[in-house]
């Protein structure tokens, strides 16, 4: 009998804070995550976008702007940056198409979430 008494002295398990806590720390990650997840997927849209046309978009700086904005139409999920905020330049004869901008993110009321995303075309 006192081995059964010993054994459940010796058990330990969560307390009632402890879960609290865990749950608070677990619940604005997935807010974070849930946030900022589609702004992810976009600055990955942008870039994929960005490296087609700067393969295969045009000469003049018009033109690529332009095959931004087609392409713009066709992928749904930006809405950032249109063609006007592209930075086009030549590198070693080769287009070169970058892009800058920010998101700001609305994480509870008056808190905000600034993410500065940048890319350019691959060589």
């Known amino acids: 009998m006192t081995g059964k008494i010993a ?10 804070f402890g879960l609290m806590f865990w749950a608070i720390v677990i619940g604005i990650t997935a807010l ?9 997927n ?10 087609k046309i700067a393969k295969e978009g045009g ?4 033109e690529i702007r332009y095959a931004f904005e087609k392409q713009k139409q066709i992928e749904y999920s930006i809405s950032s ?5 592209l930075q086009i330049t030549k590198e070693n ?10 998101k700001e993110i609305e994480l509870i009321a008056p808190v905000y979430l600034l993410i ?5 075309s691959k060589k």
């Open 116 to 120: 500065k995303y940048e890319g350019r």
């Open 59 to 62: 000469s003049t700086v018009s």
């Open 81 to 85: 940056i249109s063609g006007k905020d």
């Open 42 to 51: 976009e600055y990955y849209t942008i870039q994929r976008a960005v490296d």
């Open 32 to 40: 974070v995550v849930m946030r900022v997840l589609p702004t992810v």
């Open 7 to 16: 054994s459940i002295r010796r058990q330990r398990g969560v307390t009632l």
């Open 93 to 102: 004869e080769q287009v070169v198409v970058s892009f800058a901008y920010d």
